[in-house]
């Protein structure tokens, strides 16, 4: 697809001048307007290799972050509906001709199942996640699977929102999708990198670059506001897939007025009998990894950023604070494995990819605090309409926070209400004293409001 221009990045990536140490230093201190930087920018910025400018454009990136974002972290979990597919992806162990994996698919009640257990632990953001399989993850399936984990309600605590990462749909297939309330649409090009895609990707319908790369412009023209890209890296070089999801974003960006609302980064992990993910092509070490997250931030400053639990957690920790916005906590990525809790040997017939964060969403919470972090919990921008270029438009006045702040801290203290464990509730509760402590009193005033309604017994109340 040609705003995929790979001409045009290798030749970015081999430019000599775009090693210039002053004018990396610069791109850096323009930056930290967070107005983005252009895609030539970025390839300069991804060629740093000098340790004290490496440090400034992460600090640089924390800058921005907490600009946009606060200290907020907003937490999620994902949910598998079934390991079939009918692709052959090289690096999945859910590929067809996988034979050493344990096939299973729930039903709509085994979903609900997962998702009460998820509700259980606190989680109130869903993630559906399936292989590609014409009956096991049809749109229809997944409508009734949404309809009936938006039903659940133990208490006023809920699945309050759902976002989907499912294959490639017709503009027609999207509209269908968009109908059961979801809330990101997100699909992965994997590489954007077009021959290693053809390589990794030998048969079954994902094995057509072209519609999967124009699936989020389908989605978009069928009216789903918020959508997500993200690359595996490991598959290609990482300079031109960072490069190459820029390109997708700039493009989406420049034709639908606004880009993408999630950019994730996961990281290719070992998979059973998946020899790409075993062995990758073009592996990414912790480092440039950090870079990659780095540039990002600086490039697209309002775009949320992801990171999943593929990542260990010390890593994670250390990743927070170049820019992501966005976490999963708790995760299983084999279809049952909430409710069921196998034997982690038993789990890896069944699961996508090894974790390499096997904390619990309470473990994650508490660190977060310790950290510095604000967990959030909050839901409030897709059910009040804040979508796509309205989210967007309140994003860049800076005025999201005086929404998100009080959001966020009454979602937190909800899950301190109803599900911290000991520790993490005296932590947590201290943490949300000084948070609150830092706001103005219009929105400590508010905040405290909703808090104390959350006291008396009131769920699911935001701004
Ligand atoms: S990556 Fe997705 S499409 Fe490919 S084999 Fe795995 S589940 Fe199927």
């Known amino acids: 697809m040609n705003f995929i221009d790979e001409e045009n990045i290798n030749s970015l ?3 000599k001048s775009l090693h210039d140490e002053k004018h990396q230093w610069e791109i850096i201190v323009k930056a930290k307007e967070a107005k983005g930087v252009s895609l030539k920018e970025a390839a ?3 060629n740093i290799t000098s340790q004290e400018i490496l440090e400034e454009m992460f600090s640089a990136a924390k800058e921005i972050k907490e600009k946009i974002y606060g200290n907020r972290l907003v937490i999620f979990a994902p949910l598998y509906l ?8 090289l690096y999945c162990a859910f590929r067809v001709d996988n034979k050493e994996l344990e096939r299973k698919s729930l039903t709509v009640d085994d979903a609900e199942a997962e998702a009460r257990a998820l509700v259980q632990q606190g989680q109130k953001r869903l993630l559906l996640v ?7 993850s049809s749109t229809k399936f997944i409508g009734e699977v949404i309809e009936r984990i938006y039903s659940i309600n133990e208490d006023g605590n809920n699945i309050r929102r759902i976002n989907v990462n499912m294959a490639p749909l017709s503009v027609e297939g999207f509209r269908e999708l968009k109908s059961f309330d979801i809330g990101t649409y997100q699909i992965f090009q994997e590489t954007y990198h077009y021959d290693t895609y053809k390589i990794m990707h030998p048969s079954g319908p994902k094995s057509d670059y072209d519609w999967r790369v124009t699936a989020i412009e389908r989605a978009l023209e069928a ?3 918020d959508v997500g890209i993200g690359s595996l890296f490991g598959l290609a070089e990482y300079k031109f897939e960072t490069l190459a999801l820029l390109s997708h974003a700039f493009h989406l960006e420049n ?4 880009g993408p609302h999630t950019i994730s980064v996961p990281r290719l992990e070992p998979a059973l009998n998946a020899p790409a993910a075993l062995q990758p092509p073009h592996a990414v070490d912790d480092l440039s990894f950090k870079k990659i997250i780095a540039v990002l931030r600086l490039a697209v400053p309002y775009t949320g950023i992801i990171l999943s639990t593929r990542e260990r957690a010390e890593l994670r920790r250390e990743l927070f604070a170049v820019g992501v916005s966005q976490i999963s906590a708790g995760s299983k990525t084999a279809p049952g494995s909430y409710k069921e809790s196998r034997e982690s040997a038993n789990e890896a017939k069944f699961e996508q990819f090894q974790l390499g964060d096997h904390r619990s969403l309470d473990e994650i919470v508490k660190d977060c605090c310790d950290l510095g972090y604000l967990p959030s919990f909050c839901t409030a921008c897709y059910r009040s309409n804040r979508t796509g270029d309205r989210f967007m438009a309140l994003a860049k006045t800076g005025d999201i926070g005086k929404i998100c702040v009080p959001n966020a801290l009454t979602t937190f203290h909800e899950y301190l209400v109803d599900y911290a464990g000991e520790q993490t509730r005296i932590t947590g509760q201290e943490f949300l004293k000084e948070q609150l402590a830092k706001e103005s009193d219009t929105v400590r005033n508010k905040t405290e409001n909703l808090i104390h309604r959350i006291d008396e017994g009131e769920r699911d109340i935001y701004f």
């Open 13 to 15: 990536i081999n430019d």
């Open 44 to 46: 300069a910025l991804l």
């Open 82 to 89: 079934t390991n079939l597919c009918v692709n052959n992806c």
């Open 130 to 136: 399936c292989g590609e399989h014409p009956k096991k």
């Open 223 to 225: 009216g789903i506001d």
């Open 255 to 258: 034709k639908f007025g606004v």
